[in-house]
């Protein structure tokens, strides 16, 4: 009888050393779920600054004049301009 409360106790120890690790365990992997779903939520806002970044460098205007000023270009007159028929 003895042997067996203390096999008994021995399961009952086990069981509740591995309950705790596996509660520490999921605590741990729930704070690093919300540390990433925060650098998640950190990137598509940087994304988002650099998609308008983006879109504010390659418009039209910005383009022509660095092609005018860096460049030296100019638009073709008008007697410059051939069509190609197809």
Avoid: C, F
Avoid at 38 to 64: C, D, F, N, Y
């Amino acid at each position: 009888m003895a042997r067996l409360n203390l096999i008994l106790l021995a399961a009952v120890l086990i069981s509740a050393l591995a309950a705790v690790t596996t509660n520490h365990r999921a605590r741990k992997l729930v704070i690093e779920y919300e540390r990433e779903q925060e650098r998640m939520r950190a990137l598509e806002v940087e994304w988002g600054q650099l998609q308008l970044e983006q879109s504010t460098w390659a418009t039209h205007v910005r383009i022509e004049e660095i092609a005018r000023q860096r460049l030296g270009m100019r638009p073709p007159k008008p007697g410059q301009i051939l069509a190609i028929p197809q």
